[in-house]
């Protein structure tokens, strides 16, 4: 009897010690950030971004090669290289993936997804900034991929 | 000190040891009534830049052969002759060649190091302890290094079988350095490359009020005009004012200790229970002065930034070591069963404040714009593991290994995993008659070991975060948020992945270790092949997914090598000894596999150059612009204007790992004498240099200074003919070195170095015979003291702008090395 007891107990103390060591392991959630942001926040940063990258690389290129200003200093230097049409294929990389589609289209997609159901209105200027931004990749880079 | 090589360490420390480990062991006082010693060393040591480039000392600041004061970095100007130009202040003086104007910038660094320490027992316990303190002034003004370390160690036999040790240092560092990096502060940013006519001491580096300024400097009232209240020339910093007043100040105060007990079940039968920490408070204080030019929002208007970073890790050992022979002492076992349990906790606090409104007051209020950050993180890893070692007649030996790891940093279903190794080797001298007692072999053995290690992931790659977004881009604009009252959230970039595994690394070693004439010579080979699977990296994804990458378990990668190390002494006589060692590896490493569709991946640079991983190339390729050539010849397309350009797409420029590496120590020693110089050598290994750039395309290097004559690309025009269009010494120097032009400032970086010298001398010990002193030693020491690079123009190919990470092969005008010497005396009473 004693023996059986003592089994359970080593048992029941293995259980505990495994189930305690999932709880010890189960601190891989980043308490610094948020899987479930408000929409507002996402559209705050969203919108900012648009703003933001129509002054950045995409308006450098296109700015420049209609000659509505041109990039001053040595050659070499970035704005002198891409007057010269000399546009690398890591500096439309960088346009492209982090900037159009990293920093807006995939945030406003997110947004609309969150949004459709219960607040509509929200997913709806989601849409308009979606399609604004798609005109700008359009003019930029002829067809683009749209799903 | 030990040095664990490879992942056969990784039994005992984990994953974290995957690439081997450096065991330290403090120093302990020794059992024994009367045995209390006390010593003393005392050090100086000086320091000086190893090389300094070649530079041209003939012409002066300008382009074209025209002197030019403002705005400019180029020395493609007028020959100097003592005539009278106007200069960046509006005043005339006489352009005048300053050979030194760059040397001067720097100073002879000093360190100053002291220890003490007492030790010593009683028959039951052991006691140490120490105090060290290191004063070190570097080769810049205001860089400096103070620390102040403590350290105690004691042991106590308690009873026959239960004996404890505690180990506690204590390190106080505080420093102070100049601002590095690429960006404006950084007094070596455009130094290098100072125009021959220029030099820095000749006017004042700050205006009264605490600020500088240069001509046409935006953000100030009046443009280009050349007044006597501009400090500085060009769109850099002053070197003086950023030494100055561009601070980066840092104090760090770190814990570690142990507390460690053993009992003895049995004689051959020991529990040991070990529980450590490491801690830190990591506390910086970065200002950059009002009118400084470095960063992007500090441009001008200064910033202040306040950060304590806090790191804790903790860890737990236990283990039930068994050590016993059988059958007539012929079979020996060893084995332990353990368990670790291991926690890292960080925290990361800090504001940034820009726009410094009191020149002077570096309080982060007098800024008007804030930024705070805060960070924690926790990492947390259980472990158990054993280890069974056999040997027969100290002749075969036999290792087996195993340990599972759980991993905080994996999901609840991935985040057990296990590794083994196995270890064998055969002392041939022992085991076979016909080679035991022979005087030419004395002692032969061979070995073959294989082990793996599981790698944790990088903390929080599990899931995808939405976090503070800010705009931004390379040329320096950016968005801070909140912005104008809202908070701005984005997805992150890289999308974590919940199935998230271990990667592994498998490494197989076969190997022998060598003597003969009793030890006069020692060989010891060593063949490894180390195979990484299931790397984890961000995969680069198709952008319409959402995310730009998905940290995946996807790559592989292989490297191996060879490790010779021979040891001898070739003569031993009268007292004189003659002692050789000498160490021999290759490596070589590849990447064989990223993901599918996905050929190569960005580790760390820029547009032009990059370091990459690229499938079928070693680790770390040096990726960048090339020039046009012609595609049948694959001579250099030469424009009708006779100058160069660049293909459109980057290619591989180099390969930064060696294809090996040597050292040689030889010591010779006689009576209380001793001679030691270890030469390093490095044979193979590309280095991309920013600053040989700058040195070459700006006129400075004194392989420009042939500029009178025309110059033409070696190279052929679009028709195919030989080119024959000469051009300006100027347009030729820019057209292969200019910036961004990767191709021609890729150097193979061999060296061969004198990285030690040492003289040592031990005072007769008659000397002291009747004094309370024991032992004196007195020592003279270099390091760096001679250079050999034939391949690299200009700078010390050992650099590398990208700090502690596994991106190698870039230097970008970083500080340069030192060649030091000093003196050591070491008293023991």
């Known amino acids: ?147 | 000190m030990s040095v664990l090589k490879g992942p056969s360490a990784a039994v005992l420390y984990g994953s974290r040891a995957a690439a081997g480990a450096i065991i330290i062991t403090t120093k302990k006082g020794t059992k024994g009534k009367g045995k209390n010693t006390v010593n003393f060393s005392s050090g100086v040591t000086f320091s000086e830049v190893n090389r300094f480039p070649d530079y041209q000392n003939v012409y002066g600041q300008g382009q074209y052969g025209v002197f030019n004061p403002a705005n400019e970095l180029n020395s493609w100007g007028p020959k100097i002759a003592g005539q009278n130009v106007t200069n960046f202040r509006g005043q005339q003086e006489a352009l005048t060649a300053y050979p030194n104007n760059v040397k001067n910038l720097f100073h002879q660094g000093r360190t100053f190091q002291n220890n003490v320490s007492f030790s010593g027992g009683s028959d039951k316990s052991t006691y140490y302890v120490s105090y060290g303190n290191l004063h070190d002034m570097g080769i810049l003004p205001n860089n400096e290094l103070t620390r102040n370390n403590f350290t105690f160690n004691g042991t106590t036999q308690f009873t026959d079988r239960f004996r404890a040790t505690v180990n506690a240092t204590y390190t106080n560092t505080r420093t102070a350095r100049t601002q590095q990096g690429n960006q404006r502060s950084n007094p070596f940013f455009s130094n290098w490359i100072l125009p021959k006519s220029f030099d820095w001491y000749n006017y004042p580096y700050v205006l009264p009020d605490g600020t500088q300024r240069s001509p046409g400097q935006t953000g100030l009232p009046t443009a280009t005009d050349l007044t006597t209240q501009n400090t500085a020339f060009g769109p850099d910093d002053n070197p003086f004012f950023t030494e100055k007043f561009n601070t980066s100040n840092e104090e760090v105060n770190r814990i570690i200790g142990n507390i460690s007990m053993s009992y003895d079940i049995k004689p051959w039968l020991t529990a040991t229970y070990r529980i450590g920490t490491d801690t830190y408070s990591q506390e910086y204080k970065v200002i950059n002065a009002k009118t400084s030019k470095g960063g992007s929002a500090a441009s001008l208007t200064g910033a202040i930034q306040d950060e304590i970073f806090n790191r804790s890790e903790l860890s737990s050992y236990a283990t039930v070591t068994l050590n016993k022979r059988f059958m007539d002492n012929n079979f020996g076992v060893r084995a332990f069963v353990g368990n670790e349990i291991n926690q890292r906790k960080t925290r990361d606090i800090g504001a940034t404040g820009t726009d410094i409104q009191i020149v002077g007051l570096n309080n982060i209020t007098n800024t008007l714009n804030f930024s705070p950050f805060g960070t924690v993180s926790k990492q947390r890893l259980i472990g158990v593991f054993a280890d069974i070692s056999l040997d027969w007649k100290n002749s075969i030996f036999l290792g087996l290994t195993g340990r599972n790891d759980w991993s905080s940093t994996f999901g609840p279903q991935r985040r057990s995993y296990f590794y083994p190794a196995i270890t064998t080797s055969v002392v041939l001298t022992e085991l076979i008659p016909f080679l035991q007692d022979n005087s030419v072999l004395s002692f032969a053995k061979i070995r073959a070991n294989y082990a793996s290690v599981g790698r944790e992931a990088a903390i929080y790659s599990t899931d995808t975060y939405y976090s503070r977004t800010g705009p931004a881009d390379g040329f320096g604009p950016n968005i801070l948020f909140p912005f104008r009252g809202q908070l701005g959230q984005t997805l992150n970039n890289t999308g974590g992945n919940p199935a998230l595994a271990p990667e592994f690394n498998d490494n197989m070693e076969v190997g022998t270790d060598l003597r003969f004439f009793n030890g006069k010579i020692t060989v010891d080979v060593n063949y490894f092949k180390n195979n990484s699977r299931d790397i984890i990296f961000a995969v680069p994804v198709a952008a319409a997914s959402g995310f730009t990458n998905q940290q995946k378990n996807i790559g592989t990668s292989e490297s191996k090598g060879w490790e010779i190390a021979i040891g001898a002494t070739p003569y031993q006589a009268n007292g004189f000894r003659w002692d050789i060692s000498a160490n021999w590896t290759k490596i070589v490493t590849k990447v064989t596999s990223l993901a599918p569709g996905v050929t190569q991946v960005t580790l760390g640079g820029f547009t032009t150059p990059s370091t990459r991983l690229i499938v079928g190339q070693p680790y770390s390729t040096l990726f960048g612009s090339v020039f046009q050539r012609e595609s049948t010849t694959g001579k250099l397309l030469v424009d009708t204007n006779g100058r160069l350009q660049t293909a459109l797409d980057n290619q591989i420029i180099g390969n930064p790992n060696p294809l090996w590496f040597a050292g040689i120590t030889n010591t010779f020693s006689y009576k209380g004498f001793s001679v030691s110089a270890l030469l390093d050598i490095r044979y193979g290994g590309d280095i991309y240099s920013r600053n040989v750039s700058d040195i070459e395309n700006n006129g400075a290097g004194a392989d420009t200074q042939d500029r009178e004559k025309g110059y033409i690309h070696d190279g052929v025009l679009a028709d195919g003919t030989k080119n024959n269009i000469q051009i300006h010494a100027q347009d030729y120097f820019k057209d292969l070195y200019g910036f961004g032009r990767g191709q021609f400032v890729v150097f193979d970086g061999s060296w061969v170095r004198l990285r030690e010298l040492s003289i040592n001398y031990s005072l007769p010990q008659r000397f002291f015979q009747k004094t309370f002193i024991g032992r004196v030693d007195i020592g003279l020491n270099g390091r760096n003291l001679w250079l050999y690079a034939p391949n690299t123009p200009h700078i010390d190919p050992e650099v590398n702008a990208q700090g502690q990470s596994n991106s190698q092969g870039l230097e970008f005008n970083g500080l340069p090395q030192t060649r030091t010497y000093g003196a050591l005396i070491k008293v023991t009473f």
């Open chain 1, 1 to 147: 009897m004693k023996k059986r007891t003592n089994k359970i107990i080593s048992f029941a103390a293995l259980l505990f010690l495994v189930s305690a060591c999932d709880e010890f392991l189960n601190v891989n959630v980043n308490p610094n950030s948020t899987t479930g942001p408000p929409a507002k926040t996402i559209l705050a940063g969203a919108t900012t971004e648009i703003a933001f990258h129509m002054g950045s690389d995409i308006h450098r290129f296109s700015s420049e090669w209609v000659q509505q200003f041109t990039g001053g200093g040595n050659a070499g230097t970035q704005t002198v290289e891409y007057g010269r049409y000399n546009v690398t294929a890591t500096d439309l990389n960088n346009c492209w993936r982090g900037g159009v589609w990293g920093d807006v289209l995939s945030d406003l997609q997110k947004l609309r997804e969150l949004t459709q159901d219960k607040s509509p209105r929200y997913a709806g200027i989601a849409k308009i900034c979606q399609a604004f931004m798609f005109s700008i990749a359009v003019d930029a880079w002829g067809d683009i991929p749209f799903t």
